[in-house]
Structure formats: structure tokens, C-alpha cells
């Protein structure tokens, strides 16, 4: 069965400290895609990655970057120089990648990242 | 481009009544997915439809829950009994390619 586990439920930090966001994955599919999700307090999940499974690249994008490890199913994220905006729910999901399927995706408990000035 | 749009954004009901959401999707997006997001847990898929057919509802509690798209634009999710269990953030989302999803900004029901 699929599955996606972060472990903090909640990350507490100041601002300008870098903070990684956990999260290990579980599926018996070959191919298949790795999302971030943000959701601030207005409760709109607004999309932050999607990586697939033969893509182990890590990304950065600003402030943000991925370390994606298929040996140890983990794809966590981590924000350098935090700020009071990131905080927020952060989800990792997994989604099957059938052709002609967009696949289930599923989420894990979220962790919510409180960025203190 | 505009986003998905859901109504109500609130709705605070008592239990055994009925309630109804309404989605729009993203202009094109041919999939529409319905989610439940329980107080501090992940989002869980209810339903997903391909234009108008139903391609996977096999957490939709079917008892109480039903939902529609019609068109295969537009949907609707109604609860109907509600019981107290169903308050949570009911999201809805759309897609055009494999995997990415646009949610929209989700109805808040209260079930008292």
C-alpha cells in the first residue's frame, strides 16, 4: 500500500533560519510522483513540486530546494533563510503514475511550520 | 488564468440535515477531484471524475455522500444526512496533466 509519513507534526524557528521538512514515502510502484503542497491559513493548497520517480535531481527554486533519495524513499524539503510568510501546513504526497490515469494521491499528516520574527 | 472556484467558502449546518458544494474547475481540466481535509490531517480523496464519468470513489462514504458532474464541467458534492464526523474542509481540485493538481480554496462545513 502507498503511504507518506512526516514524522514532525510541528517546526517551530526564527526568522532567517533554515529549516528542513521531512518526508518518507512507501510504495511498491516503479513510477510514480512526489508532490510539496503549502497550505498558508487561508486553507488554498498551492502547489510547490512535483518530482518523478527517475528524476533523483535535487531542485532549488529561490529559497527553497529538494532532496529527493530513492535508497532511503525520502523527499524532503528545505527553506534557507526562513521568513514569517512560510509559515504554513506543508504536505508531501505521492501519486500512482498510470498512463492515461492522473493516479491517487496521497497525503501525508502534514507539518506546520511557524517561522518567528 | 482563473483558478478553481468552490462554494460556499463556510456553511455551518446541525446534524441529520443536508448539504450541497458546487466546484469549478480550471477552464480544459478534464479531471476534477473531490477532497475531505479532517482539523489536522491530510487531504483524503472522495471522488475523482474524468469529464463526466467517475474514475475512482472508493472512499466516498456512499451512504450519506453523492456527487455529480454533469457536463463534464461543473460538479456538485452533497452530504445528505450530515453527521457530526463530516466537518472538515471538503477541497476541490482539477488537472490537465499527469499528477499536478490546482486546488481550489475549499468549503469549511461546521456540522453541529
Known amino acids: 500500500a502507498q503511504k507518506v509519513t512526516q514524522a514532525q507534526t510541528e517546526i517551530s524557528v526564527v526568522e532567517k533560519e533554515d529549516v528542513t521538512l521531512d518526508c518518507v514515502y512507501e510504495t511498491r510502484d516503479t513510477t510514480y510522483y512526489l508532490f510539496w503542497y503549502k497550505q498558508p491559513p487561508s486553507g488554498e493548497l498551492v502547489f510547490l513540486i512535483r518530482?518523478?520517480?527517475?528524476?533523483?535531481q535535487n531542485e532549488i527554486s529561490g529559497r527553497y530546494s529538494w532532496n529527493f533519495q530513492k535508497s532511503t524513499s525520502s523527499f524532503n524539503f528545505t527553506i534557507t533563510a526562513s521568513q514569517v510568510v512560510d509559515s504554513a501546513v506543508y504536505f508531501c504526497a505521492l501519486s500512482e503514475a498510470r498512463t492515461g490515469n492522473t493516479g491517487k494521491l496521497i497525503f501525508g499528516q502534514g507539518t506546520t511550520l511557524q517561522v518567528k520574527p | 488564468e482563473a483558478g478553481v472556484a468552490q462554494s460556499p467558502r463556510y456553511k455551518i449546518i446541525e446534524k441529520r440535515q443536508s448539504v450541497a458544494f458546487w466546484c469549478n474547475p480550471i477552464s480544459g481540466h478534464a479531471t476534477l477531484y473531490w477532497y475531505q481535509q479532517i482539523l489536522g490531517q491530510g487531504p483524503k480523496l472522495l471522488i475523482q471524475?474524468?469529464?463526466?464519468?467517475?474514475?475512482?470513489d472508493s472512499q466516498l462514504p456512499k451512504d450519506r455522500f453523492s456527487a455529480e458532474r454533469l457536463k463534464g464541467v461543473d460538479s456538485t458534492l452533497k452530504i445528505q444526512p450530515a453527521k457530526l464526523e463530516d466537518s472538515a474542509v471538503y477541497l476541490c481540485?482539477?488537472?490537465?496533466?499527469?499528477?499536478?493538481?490546482?486546488f481550489g480554496p475549499g468549503t469549511r462545513l461546521t456540522v453541529l
Open positions: 518530482r518523478n520517480s527517475f528524476d533523483e
Open positions: 471524475f474524468q469529464n463526466n464519468g467517475v474514475v475512482d
Open positions: 481540485a482539477s488537472s490537465l496533466t499527469v499528477g499536478l493538481r490546482f
